[in-house]
């Protein structure tokens, strides 16, 4: 048996090597962690700008790739690792089949999970049999909205296994107008343009066909800025460009500063069709703008519909025309849903709250798996 520790190690297992918002979440609770208790390390799928900010923090990382989702290699490499190292605990942030492995080496899983995208995609491992199966070796699953927590109850998961803890989001930096110009002059935005912000990976349920559409409809004082890649980006491109938004949408590709180009925007859209709850509706708000969004999901447990931000019917293009419209045409209503959210954001939405309720979660699952934790437990926090 493992003799225990005043640290105890974290082992997360994450699947993206670029910024999305599960790796931003991650590297938010890695840094409000509390270190005289807990340790982390990450186990990555290859190499990325994720990696490299992992490694400036000094946390220890180990790469195992994986040809497919079922790939008896990287499950034998990542079995091997957990009988070498033994974690205290394996937290999942993707992947399910790391919990059979973990429940072999007797080691306790949490995950995060958020809604599964089975309604676009209905990979084998992701069917509910098997979800339901997988998920009997998770002790318990993180969820970031009740909503996310009543679909897997739907799915037949206990209730008792899933833990609501809401993701927090920084404080905004200081920022100068002459910073927040120089952003709006490098993407091309005229001063007087009500600019638009989107930010996510370029898949379907993203809504983006949604959401240019709806542009197509405004006068030509509305542009928009898309940040993020995916297997649809020239496919949107072109769409823009058949819907006659050449000069009013810019694509950026991936950016590595999406905060600071929402702080220079008027307001931030979030059409999804799908969506847990977005990170990107957090970090608008935290930059002072209100968010236009679906009205999916735990989006209304963000968004308070005319306070912070307005909320339409997902894939409602005259919807999502109107609400942005109102928005355009009502600068003094902009502002003012936006001081609404940056205080929501400041208020309610603390790093250090998230960090500590998962430092709490980890400790009751460990007292649940085994007894000689209960000292660690009983410390003040």
Known sequence: MKQHTSSIRILHVTDSRTFAGTERALLMLIDHSDASRFSHEVVCRGRGSFLDAL????????????????????FARFLLLLLISRPDVVHLHCGRLEALAAALCGIPVVERKNVCRNDYYRPLINTVWADRLLNK?????????????????ERGYEPDK??????????APERSPNELAETRKQLGVDDHAFLLAFAGRLTPEKGLPVLLAGLGSLPLYVECVI???????????????????????IFTGYSNDVRRTFAASDAVVVPSLSEPLANVVLEAFAEGKPVIGSCVEGMPEAIEDGLTGLLVPPGAIRALARAIEKLAEDRLLTERMGAAARKKAGNTLSPSLMASQTEQLYMEVLVQHASRYADAYARPR
């Open 55 to 74: 490694k400036a923090r000094s946390i220890p990382v180990r790469i195992i790739s994986r040809f497919s989702k079922l790939d008896p290699i990287a």
């Open 137 to 153: 070796f998770v002790k318990m699953s993180i969820v970031p909205a009740n909503a996310v927590r009543r679909h897997y109850i």
């Open 162 to 171: 899933l833990r609501v803890i809401y993701n927090g989001v920084e404080p």
């Open 227 to 249: 940040m993020g890649d995916g297997p649809h980006f020239e496919e949107y491109k072109r769409l823009a460009l058949e819907t006659g938004l050449d000069g009013r949408v």
